[in-house]
T-cell receptor, first 113, second 111 residues
Framework: GNSVTQMEGPVTLSEEAFLTINCTYTATGYPSLFWYVQYPGEGLQLLLKATKADDKGSNKGFEATYRKETTSFHLEKGSVQVSDSAVYFCALGTTGGGNKLTFGTGTQLKVEL | DVKVTQSSRYLVKRTGEKVFLECVQDMDHENMFWYRQDPGLGLRLIYFSYDVKMKEKGDIPEGYSVSREKKERFSLILESASTNQTSMYLC??????????FGPGTRLTVT
């Protein structure tokens, strides 16, 4: 079946540091890949997505590239801010059955001054 | 912007009560989903619906049921609440194969 593996958190960084959150997946076929972000006390917000191999999703300075050969979709940001502190979820979606998503367990990011 | 609203942000119920969680979306999405979120377990799909009056079990449907009488509304029902159903409940909707859009969540405590 489908599965998503994310690096365990929490990840603690200083402001302006480089961020990488690893995500690998197992899926049949050609899934779409997503990163969601959850700020404290809120629901999940779509951060970025990629629908086919070699696509790069980007938003708010975050980027992730769909790598089929390594089955990965790592999230990166060149310079994090305190306001980026949140929980980040990697997810994959497959065709059929209303596009169910399979989520990773989430990675908490803490950015300190 | 897509808006998904949930009836309550916080809810406290007693063991054995029947609990209704309501979710409404305003973008004519055909797909709607209910998840629960627990620390260390991420999001787990309870039920989803891809059309009015259609429903499919997700990964953890036991103890839950759902209702979708109108396209914009998807209700999650706990027939007899138990303490192990204390959790954050998230509703989402999507159009076709696009990304899912989430509501703010309902934190349910069963005492």
């Amino acid at each position: 079946g489908n599965s998503v593996t994310q690096m365990e958190g929490p990840v603690t960084l200083s402001e302006e540091a480089f961020l990488t959150i690893n995500c690998t997946y197992t899926a049949t076929g050609y899934p779409s890949l997503f990163w969601y972000v959850q700020y404290p006390g809120e629901g999940l917000q779509l951060l970025l997505k990629a629908t086919k191999a070699d696509d790069k999703g980007s938003n708010k300075g975050f980027e992730a590239t769909y790598r089929k050969e390594t089955t990965s979709f790592h999230l990166e940001k060149g310079s994090v801010q305190v306001s980026d502190s949140a929980v980040y979820f990697c997810a994959l979606g497959t065709t059929g059955g209303g596009n169910k998503l399979t989520f990773g367990t989430g990675t908490q990011l803490k950015v300190e001054l | 912007d897509v808006k998904v609203t949930q009836s309550s942000r916080y809810l406290v119920k007693r063991t054995g009560e029947k609990v209704f969680l309501e979710c409404v979306q305003d973008m004519d999405h055909e797909n709607m989903f209910w998840y629960r979120q627990d620390p260390g377990l991420g999001l787990r799909l309870i039920y989803f619906s891809y059309d009015v009056k259609m429903k499919e079990k997700g990964d953890i449907p036991e103890g839950y049921s759902v209702s979708r009488e109108k396209k914009e509304r998807f209700s999650l029902i706990l027939e007899s609440a138990s303490t192990n159903q204390t959790s954050m409940y998230l509703c989402a909707s999507s159009l076709g194969l696009s990304a899912q859009y989430f509501g703010p969540g309902t934190r349910l405590t069963v005492t």
